[in-house]
């Protein structure tokens, strides 16, 4: 089971950015995918979260209207390739921060406690400068 994050970076405020968390070894429609963020000196926070098969997804109230979260079951050459991506538009420097996507194996109904997410990834620096 592995979560791999890319596209993190350096933004303007105002500008975007695009995340991807590329999901293998677990048929990731059963589970909650989430994102989340950890600024320096603060507690990690819980950004958005997507679940395929119960076809919903969530948003921090602080990024509501900006960011957008996806996922897609591609299948190529090499296999499935499980994503999920979380566009962010209208960034400030408060989106500052290192970006996990985690996945949440075994609750019923999404959510953004962290003791429930199970396996994480390393994390993408996003920063935004103005």
């Known amino acids: 089971v592995q979560l791999v994050e890319s596209g993190g970076g350096l933004a303007q405020v105002g500008g975007s950015l695009t995340l991807s968390c590329v999901v293998s070894g677990f048929y990731f429609d059963d589970y909650t995918i989430g994102w989340w963020r950890q600024a320096p000196g603060k507690e990690r926070e819980g950004v958005s979260w997507i679940n395929r098969r119960k076809g919903i997804s969530g948003y921090a109230d602080s990024v509501k209207g900006r960011f957008t979260i996806s996922s897609d079951n591609n299948k190529t050459s090499d296999g499935a390739k499980n994503t999920v991506t979380l566009r962010m538009n209208s960034l400030t420097p408060g989106d500052t921060g290192n970006y996990f996507c985690?996945?949440?194996?075994?609750?019923?109904?999404?959510?953004?406690?962290?003791?429930?997410?199970?396996?994480w990834g390393q994390g993408t620096q996003v920063t935004v400068s103005s």
């Open positions: 985690a996945a949440d194996l075994y609750s019923i109904n999404p959510n953004f406690t962290e003791r429930a997410y199970d396996v």
